[in-house]
């Protein structure tokens, strides 16, 4: 059984002719101690997914289809189940710490919180476990003293770290988790949750709006376009040769981190993505498309194989034209 089944997911908000579609039939599938990237352009709908997975959006959002944690369906399970996956089953670090964590309280309590709420330490075994973890993501002990404010950036992203990884869950869904962060410091953010999640073997949803940075940390990519899926397949391949333009597109953009000397020029895509509540007709990507032909007007593609483990949604996959 995967550690995360996604079938079939549907975000939309509000209601009515304002209605959102912001995911629209998302298929994933995560197997355990494996990590999957999700890319994306900002509103393709990659948040909202994130935060489905842990039942995290709000009250205005209807969400359908399956999300299968342990083959234990996250949308239907009741809330003490729900509280009980949360943080020790599966965990999220958001992008920007500073808005994540409260300003008022010292960070030492707030990694502490999900170990007394889930119980799973007394108050003097949560002060020496949240020393463990400080030094586990690269902060001294004596850090848990420390508020919001007098950590750097960085230094906030370690805590958001420690604090997804207090209960041992089993999988993080890390969301854009060094998109505030500078260059040399996103780098070794990045190693460090490598770093992790290979030693306490935990799976790993990253979500990213730059195909770079996830193809040098994931396994496997799949890519987003106003709210769909349109590609996915092994991380390199994907970000090396994409299949859909849009995945090629994508990667021209972003350059390999470290890797500088070997910098691609972005070639930009043409337009802006779609307004999800106003999508065109028939493939949403045509209009911005350099290889669209009047069917890719007409008619929406599903995914299909494209190669070794490899799916792509575009009329040109698998046509020998
Ligand atoms: N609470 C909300 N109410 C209504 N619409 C929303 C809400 N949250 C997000 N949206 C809309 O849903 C779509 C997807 O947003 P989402 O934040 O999931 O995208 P994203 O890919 O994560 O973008 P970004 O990288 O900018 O966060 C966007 O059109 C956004 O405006």
Redesign the pocket.
């Known amino acids: 059984m995967s550690l995360l089944e996604v079938r079939d997911l549907r975000v939309t908000?509000?209601s009515g002719p304002n209605a959102?579609p912001?995911v629209r039939g998302v298929d994933l599938t995560l197997e355990s101690g494996t990590k999957l990237g999700v890319a994306?352009e900002?509103?393709?709908?990659?948040?909202?997914l994130a935060l489905a997975l842990l039942r995290l959006l709000?009250a205005?959002?209807r969400t359908e289809g399956q999300i299968l944690l342990d083959g234990d369906d996250v949308l239907a399970m009741s809330w003490g189940r729900l509280r009980a996956v949360r943080w020790a089953g599966a965990s999220i670090v958001f992008q920007g710490a500073m808005h994540s964590l409260n300003a008022v309280h010292r960070i030492g309590d707030q990694i502490a919180e999900p170990l007394l709420v889930h119980g799973r330490a007394t108050p003097a075994a949560a002060r020496t476990r949240v020393g463990e973890l400080l030094e586990h993501v690269g902060l001294p002990a004596a850090r848990a003293a420390a508020y919001p404010h007098e950590l750097s950036g960085g230094q906030r992203q370690r805590v958001m770290i420690a604090m997804a990884l207090a209960c041992d869950p089993r999988l993080i869904v890390a969301d854009?988790p060094t998109t505030a962060l500078d260059v040399m410091i996103q780098a070794q953010i990045l190693r460090l949750i490598e770093r992790l999640v290979a030693e306490q073997s935990i799976s790993l949803l990253m979500i990213s709006?730059d195909l770079a940075v996830l193809a040098d940390t994931c396994d496997r990519l799949a890519v987003m376009y106003a709210g769909r899926v349109v590609e996915e397949g092994p991380a390199r391949a994907v970000y090396e040769a994409a299949e859909h333009p849009y995945g090629r597109a994508l990667s021209s953009a972003f350059p390999r981190i470290g890797d500088l000397s070997s910098r691609r020029a972005p070639r930009g895509l043409p337009g802006d993505p779609p307004d999800?509540a106003d999508l065109p007709g028939g493939c949403t990507f045509h209009p911005r498309c350099p290889v669209a032909v009047d069917a890719c007007g007409e008619l929406d593609q599903e995914l299909r194989e494209a190669g070794a483990g490899r799916r792509a949604a575009c009329v040109h996959v698998g046509s020998t034209s």
């Open positions: 908000y509000g959102v912001a994306g900002s509103g393709c709908g990659k948040s909202t709000p205005s959002a854009e709006h999800p």
